[in-house]
Each structure stands twice: as C-alpha cells, then as structure tokens.
C-alpha cells in the first residue's frame, strides 16, 4: 500500500517539475522512478480510519522518496469506498515539491487518481532554476503530458523561460 502511495505522490511531484520545465526530453525524472526506494514519512501525528477509508499525517509533514521531498503541514489519503485503492491524495497548507533544481509550491495540491490529475491552488508557482510558471491554478494531467495554467476572474498567469543551448 505504502508503495502505492508513493507512487501517486512521486507522479504529483514528477509531472509537476516537468510542466514548469517545458521538458520534452527522451529521458524524463519518470523514467528513472523505482518504486523499489524506500519510503520515509514522517509527522507530527498520523491518524487512520479504515471504516471511513482515510489516513491522515498532520504536522511538520516530510515525505522522501529516492531524491524527491514533499513538505505539507497536512498530507491525507481518501480510499475508494470499499477497497483500499485511492480515490486521492490531497497535502495542504505550505505545500512544498522538491526535486533536485525543481519546485512546487502552493497551499494545497490534490492528486485525483481516477481521472489521472493533479490540481495545485493557492498560489501555486512551479519552478526550475530561473524558469517559473504561475497562475491561480495549475492542473496537470498525467496521462496526457500537458497542464493547464489558470488565471481567476480575469487574472493573469505569469511565465519566465529563459533559453538553454549554444550562446550564439
């Protein structure tokens, strides 16, 4: 199970370090993910409910895998009623991505399993280096290698890229 988790969270991490990017490499972070690393999670507190289908690591929230950290002071786990397969993972409050060079940040980021995406809010700003992307909500969507960067009621999202390459 534990595993399982992870792996969902790692895809969160992964997809979001690659929209910020602009990565189109043939050598993506996801294809030298192994769900063979082992997991560290570590809170304040952990609280499991398998009558009503959820786990739930509160303060000071770390979670390692290989070389990428996510920080939240809350991470929640909601199975599908019945089965232990989840339904989503939802980190609030001072969410931090970290791999390597590539961050997210935001106050909440929602992983929806079924439908294969991921919605980071609150301020949510993606980077890697200098390069950065911003909005009022960015969706990733996992299955189809693209992201959406959302303004609300009329506002802007705001990107910097800064070209790589030969200096010519």
Do not use: C
């Not at 990017?21 to 999670?41: R, T, V």
């Not at 949510?124 to 390069?131: A, I, R």
């Amino acid at each position: 199970m534990k595993k399982m988790l992870w792996h969902i969270v790692l895809l969160l991490v992964l997809s979001f370090s690659a929209a910020a990017s602009g990565l189109a490499e043939e050598n993506s972070a996801l294809d030298s993910y192994s769900s063979d690393q082992p997991i560290e999670i570590a809170s304040d507190r952990l609280e499991g409910n398998d009558q009503a289908g959820n786990a739930k690591f509160s303060g000071n929230v770390v979670a390692k895998q290989g070389d990428v950290t996510i920080y939240a002071e809350e991470l929640s786990i909601l199975y599908q009623s019945g089965s232990r397969d989840i339904e989503k993972i939802i980190a609030l409050n001072g969410v931090r991505i970290v791999q390597g060079e590539r961050t997210a940040t935001g106050n909440k980021a929602i992983f929806f399993n079924q439908q294969g995406k991921v919605v980071l809010s609150g301020n949510p700003k993606v980077h890697q280096g200098q390069d950065f992307v911003q909005g009022d909500e960015i969706t990733v969507f996992l299955n189809e290698e693209r992201s959406v960067v959302t303004g609300k009621d009329g506002g802007r999202v705001n990107a910097v890229f800064h070209p790589q390459g030969d200096n010519r």
